[in-house]
């Protein structure tokens, strides 16, 4: 199924050159990678619906916005979640803070500190470790925190090993040197290091946030793609204005 959706965004994108999300190779996997400028896409995070329940994944929450007279253009998985799909780290919506920071130790890709957390204040996105964020004073409207961090400052994670043998689906997030954010998903299975290599070499960031494995899942209407390979909880999505 993977390797159906990656030919078939292969065809789609050399149609537009224009795309927000493209099919790109690098080293000896292929992933999807899909970018947008926080200066004028509408970026938003979502978890629970108006009842206050999880939409669980793509269809409901396309639905919802529907409603509201708007369009989903991108959605990914924005972090980890627990048995009840609410994050399990600093989660903030809208400029109002959900989740509070969770600095505790344990096992787990989440706790391989350090972690880190993916915001957008304003017109300014970033990547940054959790614990230089919460000190760094910044208000977001919206925050995800996620982990392990798969960069810090240029460098691969002290703790992912090249020799690593752990191969999954895997989707992250980084803001490039130009300011604009790049969301990644692999196409197929990937260590951490290759995954890291992506962003620090492929992507050329400073700075990049895994945001979960085996889940990782994609709303990229451009390629006609919509997963639902798992329930997922926090998402992070592009709308537009309905035509």
Sequence with gaps: MRFWLV????VLFSA?????CKPMNFGSAHYTVCEFDPHTDKIS??????????FGGFSALREALTAQGRNLNFAMNAGMFGTDLK?????????KQLHKAN?????GNFHLKPNGIFYVAGQKAGVMETDAFLHSGIKPDLAAQSGPMLLINGAV??????NGTSLKIRNGVCVNDGGKIDFAISEDFVTFYQFAQLFRDGLHCKNALFLDGSVSSLHAPELQRSDFLATIGPMVGVTAPLK
């Design 16 to 20: 537009s050159a224009e795309a927000d």
């Design 45 to 54: 995070l979502f978890n629970l619906d108006a009842a206050g329940h999880p």
């Design 87 to 95: 994050p399990i780290g600093l989660y903030v919506e809208n400029g």
């Design 7 to 10: 030919a078939t965004a292969l």
């Design 103 to 107: 600095r505790a130790g344990g096992p």
């Design 157 to 162: 994670h002290p703790k992912i090993s090249p």
